[in-house]
């Protein structure tokens, strides 16, 4: 690709989305675009697979057609495009002949950049007539795994895309999905017929995603636990049963939680008014099935609650990647029990045997619902799990985003002593047994079966006295997680050994092991490193009110909230504070489109917040908010501004702390203010005087605190803004 060509991409997604770099992979992604050559995209979900076609469409002749699965995913797609000023139209089956002929004639005169329909449509002769009257040359097909028998989305519509390479013999053909096995990636390849495709392969890894897995101990509890660190965020709770889904729904409710309940159950109008709802941010908390997610595309889920086991990694990854779309930290918490794994194994086996059912899924299905079973019992970083299984390798020593590697749970002492007890009692039962009875064995128990078989003589009978049932059955799950330990057996799954659990025994390797949460008070959850740096200056007050502008705008368009603006964007508007169109062009996701239709009343906004605050606007910001890095910097507060809060600690006077940290008061004051916020300090005596802090609380009270200007003006404007605005965040 030419030089000049690459800058173009460059200029036209810096125009129209307001991006300033590319995402991994998708440089080539465009490229290959571009150089005319077949393409299979495989990039996890919110990588920016849609941004791979659209940028080279804008910077081609002719049309672009997308091939899409769901009306409501290519109606998002469609409205995101034009607030972004992109020409993009679908045609589907909602239009009436005249609109449909109108739009047909629009692409007839190259007036549509993008053009998205279903893939049944894409094939009908008078349609394909249509495109080929209009000289199109590039197709995209999104969620390319649908053709796949072997994908977990199979649509038999989509078997019909190869017609695509049949009737344009000279058109290219891109594939994008996020599904990453080898078999379904060659049979995408082979079924749209590409040439010489080039196949651009992403990491599996979601950096921003935090993963939790708990044992399920105490549900409400723990789900409540999980909302309240989520308060006025999104998010999805997913059940294994309908009646769960009401039962929990019933009981959120009740606890002031607001909650709406999904499953297949629900009539049709039903489940639309849920899902609009949670799209146009009138609620924001779902409590549902599996059933709920396809076509969901609000980027900004700030968590995924698991309440049950899924049955697959495959179904994990999928719906806990619909938190965080929009690259920001998200949350997936999972709540496991042994229990879970029999649900399903009941649930598979009762559906195998209806009549009618081909039950030759079953074996497959119940591997699948193993290897879940046993990621949720791991004791192997939650993202290092997830992305080998996938395939791929994890170099990071540790994700600083998952329970295990942020210390959430305790390292059991002396792990690989207990490690050798539990592999040599396999080996002593010349490993033919399962889990229950080598733990019993370890455990020293008298059952008949135990005795039977002479383990009571054994060498590690009661090895493991002592210590409670649940403890050495988790550490065994927890062994096998780790790969030192294996299961076999199809009928009656048995211990076995691998070279992994001789070389623990010989003291070649050593093996890690963590207590199991139980009703006691956890340590608390710490946050995630991206969370912490994604936040960092930033106004929360300021995001709130943008948020609510956001809805206002969306409302007033019928458009989803995120479609006007993402919260990154609002984050980096509520950091940098910008006072004027320009100043606010440099925030992230800000393109010119979007900046002449809504920059104005978000300006306003800022503004009169900045101004009633007294905060400082048109702040400097070092770098762009897009995803942070992995391993990003894990202390909060960074730099300066850590040195500050240790002297705040020590009541230090607000001129020592600008004296050594050679720092403006305006910006001492803002870092005083948030230092109170968060620690909360018994008395703000250093700074404030209690007659002063009497009176801001007495005006307080009557004026309220939403905003600092009246509460000057009902002092009359003898207390300073910077004093009000301390004894406010004591208040609050
Ligand atoms: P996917 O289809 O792979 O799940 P999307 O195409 O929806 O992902 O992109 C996820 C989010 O990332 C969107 O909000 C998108 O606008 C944003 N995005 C995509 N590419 C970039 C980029 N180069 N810079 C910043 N943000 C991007
Ligand atoms: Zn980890």
Known sequence: MAAAQLQDLTRIIEHHWGYRSFRPLQERAMRAVLDRRDSLVVLPTGGGKSLCYQAPAMAQAGTTVVASPLISLMKDQVDSLQACGVPAVQIDSSLSADEKFAREIDVQQ?????LFVS???LVLPDFGNMLRRAGVKTFAIDEAHCISHWGHDFRPEYRQLRRIKEWFPDATVHGYTATATEQVRNDICQQLGLKNPEVLVGSFDRPNLAYRVLPRYDLENQVAEVLDRHKGEAGIIYCIRRKDVNELTETLNSMGYKSLGYHAGLSPDE??????????????????TVAFGMGIDRSNIRFVLHTGMPKSIEHYQQETGRAGRDGLEAECVLLHSGSDAMTWKFIMEKSASEPGVDASFLPNALKHLNDMDRYSRGAVCRHRALVEYFGQRYEAPSCMACDLCLGDREPVPEATVIAQKILSCVARVKERFGVNHVVSVLRGENGDKLKQQGHDQLSTYGLLKGESKDDVRDWVHQLLGQGLLVQTGSEYPVLGLNDASWEVMKKQRTAKLFQTPRKRKEKETSRSGVEKTSWEGVDRGLFDRLREVRRELAADRGLPPYLVFSDTT?????????????AMRAVYGIGDKKLEEWGHEFLKEIRAYCDDMDLSMDTVVDSEPAPPPRRAAVSEPTGMKAVAEDLFRDNAAVEDVMHQTTRARSTVMGWLADFIRREHPASISAWVSDDVYARVAAAAKQVGMERLKPIFEALEGKIPYDEIRLVVSHLT
């Open 110 to 114: 190259g007036a549509v950049k993008l």
């Open 119 to 121: 893939p049944e449509r």
């Open 271 to 288: 489940r639309k008014r849920v899902q609009e709802a949670f799209k146009s941010e009138t609620c924001d908390l779902i409590v549902a």
């Open 570 to 582: 609002l984050r980096d508007l509520a950091r940098r504070r910008p006072s004027t169109l320009p």
